[in-house]
């Protein structure tokens, strides 16, 4: 079994292969954390999607203090490993790494920032693999992850303005085809969707066969 918990907006803690994998951990100034950077005990792998603050985040203050390694862009990396991350992994979209026996997949998003490009990454051990989408507009190659990666849980932003609103969020579970999805990226602020029941309608309507997990912030999943 692994485990996970939605701290609001898109960070996440995923509990797999007994190792604890933080992604875009911003926690501090997240009006919809339920948590402190100070409260994160442990981690092993932080991953960060984009350089965007309510992404990046907490990554570094997070990674010095717990002695996590950074996985992100080679460009994002850098700025890391500037900022006195000592352990960091820098590598590009398309590439895969094996940290602390836990798969990092590195995928496209369309998005913007400023080092490097905006990613998703894929998830995997013990035989669980788990998509984190980033910010990301719809685009079609998403079909290709669900039948490279035969996902157990995608995570999708689905708030609108700066990433896909709810109807493009159930044309992306569609296509992704994994077997549970958890909605993201939405609430924290003014400008985005207040409330997931609009892509839990669509999901229904697009891809009945998929099991949507609406959770609080702070709520955990078992998969």
Partial sequence: MAKITWFGHAAFKIEIANRIVLIDPWLDGNPTSPIKSSEIARADIVYVTHDHGD??????VLCKRTGATFVSTFELGNYAGENGVKNVVGLNIGGCVEVRGVKLHMVQAFHTCLRGAPTGVVVEG????????????????MRLFGELYKLDLALVPIGGYYTMGASEAAEAVKLLNSKTVIPMHYKTFPVLAQSADEFVEKVREKAPKVKVVVLNSGESYQF
């Avoid at 669980?128 to 507009?137: E, I, L, M, N, P």
């Fill in 126 to 141: 013990d035989g669980k693999t788990v998509y984190h989408a980033g910010d990301t507009g719809l685009f079609g190659d």
């Fill in 55 to 60: 992404h990046l985040g907490d990554a570094v």
